[in-house]
């Protein structure tokens, strides 16, 4: 069993929609970090977040340390949003290493 | 421009061939990594360098080798004695432990 399970694998949406995606994970971890990749290939730092919640533009990730999950909304999608989101953690400890979910492929459609 | 470049985009290797991936940064991180991306998997550790003239191997170090020599750059090979080369490979830095990491544009690497 993967230490970082990602859900849904696929969605689709339609503009304007609420989106959702879920990570949860089975290590104890020191932070946790959703990543974009677009289909060119390269991947940017969305949030990092160890607590509580953090929003930028209309995009917001949570974290719920107790139950090892966190996710992240986007708020009236739009196409450009059509990306695969990845969740990553870092274990616990003085290190950077991280341990990466398999990702979410997002499709919003006009 | 502060960021991470890699070159080149695409790559092509004959079986038996050691190839040279290069990665460049300028943002002054101390910390530098490669992955390897397969479909359907998430990223994996390929080795990693915390700081100059040292670097420690991730999860799949096997066929690779890499290099330290300055701040700014972490060169990969990918040597023959890699038998699954075809992969997309991801170089990243970030300031230190814990930190944000940043990704460069990525390298597809295809053995004819």
């Known amino acids: 069993k993967n230490e970082v399970e990602q859900s849904p694998q696929n969605l689709t949406a339609q503009e304007g929609e609420f989106i959702t995606i879920n990570c949860s994970y089975s290590?104890?971890?020191?932070?946790l970090h959703w990543l974009q990749q677009h289909p060119g290939g390269g991947i940017v730092s969305l949030f990092m977040l160890s607590s509580g919640k953090k929003k930028h533009g209309r995009l917001i990730a949570t974290i719920n340390i107790q139950e090892k999950h966190s996710s992240l909304h986007i708020t009236a999608s739009h196409p450009r949003d059509s990306a695969v989101y990845i969740c990553?953690?870092?274990?616990?400890?003085?290190?950077?290493?991280?341990?990466f979910g398999t990702g979410t492929r997002l499709q919003v459609f006009p | 421009d502060g960021g991470i470049t890699q070159s080149p985009k695409y790559l092509f290797r004959k079986e038996g061939q050691n190839v040279t991936l290069s990665c460049e940064q300028n943002?002054?991180?101390?910390?530098m990594y490669w992955y390897r991306q397969d479909p359907g998997q998430g990223l994996r550790l390929i080795y990693y360098s915390q700081i100059v003239n040292d670097f420690q191997k991730g999860d799949i170090a096997e066929g690779y080798s890499v290099s330290r020599e300055k701040k700014e750059s972490f060169p990969l090979t990918v040597t023959s004695a890699q038998k699954n080369p075809t992969a997309f490979y991801l170089c990243?830095?970030?300031?230190?432990?814990?930190?944000?990491?940043?990704f460069g544009p990525g390298t597809r690497l295809l053995v004819l």
């Open positions: 290590v104890g971890i020191s932070a």
């Open positions: 990243a830095s970030s300031r230190g432990p814990v930190g944000t990491q940043y």
């Open positions: 943002l002054n991180h101390d910390a």
């Open positions: 990553a953690v870092t274990k616990g400890g003085n290190t950077d290493k991280l341990i």
